[in-house]
Nanobody, 119 residues
Framework: VQIVESGGRWVESGGSLDLSCVVS????????MKWYRQSPGKGRELVAG???????EYTESVKGRFTMSRDNTKNTVHLQMASLKSQDTAMYYC??????????????WGQGTQVTIPP
């Protein structure tokens, strides 16, 4: 299984970024996909998720600014980020969850992509 994130970079406050996550080695359409982030000294935070059937959810702090989408033809998810703030600075990780009923059967992680917004 390979999960490869890209798109992270330095951007000024108020700017926009589009993160991508390309997945291989799994049946992509069976997996819920999630974006997490982690800042130095803090725990990993769930930012956004899209289920295998396309339902999206967001953490409160990014609602209205971030949009997550999936392209099942390319085994890819995107995180479109707008109105970026210094508080969004973090390493962003993509994860694939195989959920059957209420059970988490498997999780795969990427290596992360760094997003930096200076104060």
């Amino acid at each position: 299984v390979q999960i490869v994130e890209s798109g992270g970079r330095w951007v000024e406050s108020g700017g926009s970024l589009d993160l991508s996550c390309v997945v291989s080695g799994i049946t992509f359409t069976m997996y819920d996909m999630k974006w997490y982030r982690q800042s130095p000294g803090k725990g990993r935070e769930l930012v956004a998720g899209v289920t295998s059937d396309g339902h999206t959810e967001y953490t409160e702090s990014v609602k209205g600014r971030f949009t997550m989408s999936r392209d099942n033809t390319k085994n890819t998810v995107h995180l479109q980020m707008a109105s970026l703030k210094s508080q969004d600075t973090a390493m962003y990780y993509c994860a694939a969850d195989l959920v059957q009923g209420s059970r988490l059967m498997a999780t795969y992680w990427g290596q992360g992509t760094q997003v930096t917004i200076p104060p």
